[in-house]
């Protein structure tokens, strides 16, 4: 065998071993790094006005990942009318450590919400989902767009009252045409007491808010929800509800109108 003959004999497996060993290298430096990051964050703010603590973290997912799951997370964000604050027995974070930065969140276990309304009321929900999922794409700008989907949910309200979900989701994204954030929410088959009646079968609501350059910091982590939401009212923002599609045991609708109004101001009480 001739010395050209073994050069392409070899060279692809130490081209193929000489990646291996990268990605492996370049997964440990993430990793220590982001251990790092995190054991620093523990009990901080994230970002302005958003505090988030946990008793313990793992990470995992060598080579091609970064898997992160935390044991009881809190969340705690600043609101108009007092503290949004999420809580959640298990959470996990899941990244790409090459391609577009997109992060997987899951949550799992008990999950316990509490918040002030629009009205001043305080409120708590505590349930147990079948999954929680939600993704995180960003750009050059910050966060470009959220999803959040949850299936199969039950658990207790403040008073007591039990409800259930069989599919709630939440879009929101930077839209790319005009200054404005689009927003949709959907749910099916969700009983308990809600904004739209007891028993809710379906509903859709698309609607855009304006004045989007308003949150450009806060999407970009550089401002906290107050100084944007102060901001959005400066400039005069709004929420249009382009479509709103409703079915349930005391409505039925397939058009926004002033008598939805309330329902959606209980449905996006941080905005008010």
């Not at 995180?136 to 959040?148: K, Y």
């Not at 308990?192 to 698309?206: A, Q, R, V």
Request: net charge neutral; no cysteine; proline share 5%.
């Amino acid at each position: 065998m001739n010395y050209s003959s073994r050069f392409w004999l070899y060279a692809p497996l130490a081209l193929f071993l000489g990646l291996a060993l990268w990605a492996m290298g370049h997964w440990w430096i993430l990793a220590k790094a982001l251990d790092q990051k995190l054991i620093a964050l523990n009990g901080h703010q994230a970002v302005p006005g958003v505090r988030v603590s946990w008793s313990k973290h793992t990470i995992a997912g060598f080579p091609f990942r970064l898997d992160v799951v935390f044991e009881n997370l809190s969340v705690r964000a600043e609101a108009p009318r007092g503290p949004l604050v999420w809580h959640s027995d298990h959470f996990a974070l899941h990244a790409l450590t090459y391609g577009r930065a997109q992060d997987v969140f899951e949550a799992a276990g008990q999950q316990t919400m509490s918040w002030t309304d629009a009205d001043g009321a305080q409120h708590q929900l505590r349930f147990l989902p079948a999954t929680l999922r939600a993704s995180v794409i960003e750009d050059g700008r910050g966060l470009n767009r959220f999803d959040l989907d949850m299936l199969d949910a039950g658990g207790k309200s403040t008073d007591g009252v039990d409800f259930t979900v069989g599919r709630a989701q939440f879009h929101l994204r930077r839209d790319p045409k005009a200054n404005a954030l689009d927003l949709m929410l959907s749910t099916v088959e969700a009983k308990g007491p809600t904004p739209f009646g007891d028993h809710i079968h379906s509903l859709e609501i698309y609607s855009r808010i304006t004045q989007g350059t308003a949150f450009a910091r806060l999407l970009a982590g550089q401002s906290g929800w107050m100084d944007a939401l102060m901001a959005w009212r400066h400039d005069g923002g709004k929420i249009d509800t382009d479509k709103a599609n409703i079915q349930s045991g005391t409505l039925t609708t397939q058009a926004p109108g002033p008598e939805l109004e309330p329902g959606l101001r209980a449905l996006l009480f941080p905005l008010y």
